[in-house]
């Protein structure tokens, strides 16, 4: 198993560029959800999604959208990418034998660097 | 916001020695979490402690939960070379969100 599995592993945009990070996990996980990484703030929520078809907001959406078409696959959007958006970006995915089980143990990617010019 | 903050932001210990770390929090939790991640690696989940029980053992970890002073610490015993990482608690709200920590970075020196 690859667990879950990011890229790019590095990219530079330019101001108003969009792309997309992609995010794949093969552990039929339900719960997937982006995470950014700022230095001194921690890990904060992005979006989430609780099983195909499904996605919410957490902390931080703004600038950015998510789809769930599959259970594996969850990929986030930058649309207008701003100097704002340089961060790390992880995705992350647990388990969900009921809607509670989500979140009791991420299994995180290795990380996509960003940095908006 | 972040619900979780580490104290301290940085540790530097000796190799052997035991390390502790807290975490301070604002609202009622389901439970809290411990990862750790390594320089340019993402999160490692270490363990988890529910809100209904004080204290948790893995390995060399051992963490405890207060409740009342909505607080928890992680505790590495005898630590290693392989511990230098960063440190980060994670508390569920019961609203599908865990939300993270700034985090504590330990080195741990030969």
């Known amino acids: 198993n690859a667990g879950v599995t990011q890229t790019p592993k590095f990219q530079v945009l330019k101001t108003g560029q969009s792309m997309t990070l992609q995010c794949a996990q093969d552990?039929?996980?339900?719960?997937m959800s982006w995470y950014r990484q700022d230095p001194g703030m921690g890990l904060r929520l992005i979006h989430y999604s609780v099983g195909a078809g499904i996605t919410d907001q957490g902390e931080v959406p703004n600038g950015y959208n998510v789809s769930r078409s599959t259970t594996e696959d969850f990929p986030l959007r930058l649309l207008s990418a701003a100097p704002s958006q340089t961060s790390v970006y992880f995705c992350?995915?647990?388990?969900?034998?009921?809607?509670?089980?989500?979140?009791?143990?991420?299994?995180f990617g290795s990380g996509t660097q960003l940095s908006v010019l | 916001s972040q619900q979780g903050e580490e104290d301290p932001q940085a540790l530097s210990i000796q190799e052997g020695e035991n390390a502790t770390m807290n975490c301070s929090y604002k609202t009622s939790i389901n439970n809290l979490q411990w990862y750790r991640q390594n320089s340019g690696r993402g999160l490692v989940h270490l363990i988890l402690i529910r809100s209904n029980e004080r204290e948790k053992h893995s390995g060399r970890l051992r963490v405890t939960l207060d409740t009342s002073k909505k607080s928890s610490s992680l505790l590495i015993t005898a630590s290693r070379a392989a511990d230098t990482a960063s440190y980060f608690c994670?508390?569920?709200?019961?609203?599908?969100?865990?939300?993270f920590g700034a985090g504590t970075t330990v080195t741990v020196r030969a």
């Open positions: 994670a508390t569920d709200g019961n609203d599908y969100k865990l939300s």
């Open positions: 552990m039929n996980h339900e719960y």
């Open positions: 992350a995915s647990s388990y969900s034998l009921t809607g509670r089980a989500a979140n009791e143990k991420l299994f």
